[in-house]
């Protein structure tokens, strides 16, 4: 079977290295704030987001009460194990769903307090669970893969009247 042309193998590299790159917790916080006032009562989907890893969860989980949210759903694609940069070993995605619990010393408990189980899917945004789970959400926020992007805002057009991407 003939190789990949080089260029398309570098191609194909370097949209897979992006699709792994992780937000960091300070740019989320200069963006977000200017909406804050947007969140008051509002169900919130991070559709793209290990919990253990992701700063998007970080970033909700520990601002739920400031931001007045109702709930916080994170889905995390073919991973069940925590680490960065995965490598997509695993057949079967996670989600977790958190409202505003505090551990008995008044903090926010780690992902697995707050209970990270195990999708039927590969918990791939298009699959019929996660979509599920976005026909829930009143807000989704969160840095999708860039090698699907398109894919991406299609679905947001599709499900969502109203929605705005931020990307690394
Ligand atoms: C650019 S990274 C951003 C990760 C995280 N949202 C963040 O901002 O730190 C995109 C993430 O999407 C995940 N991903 C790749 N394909 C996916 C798919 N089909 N459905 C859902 N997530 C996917 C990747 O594993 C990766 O963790």
Known sequence: MPSKPLNRSLHDARATKQDEFYTQLSDIEKELRHYTAHF???TVLCNCDDPKVSNFFHYFAYNFQKLKLKKLITTCYKNRDPELFSKH????GVYLVYEGE?????????????????LDGDGDFRSGECTALLKQADIVVTNPPFSLFREYVEQLM???????????
């Open 89 to 92: 070993k695993s057949k079967l």
């Open 102 to 118: 505090r551990t008995a010393g008044g903090r926010v408990p780690t992902a697995d307090r707050i209970g990270v189980y195990t």
């Open 158 to 168: 599709k499900y969502k009247s109203r929605f705005r991407v931020l990307c690394g």
């Open 40 to 42: 008051n009562g509002k």
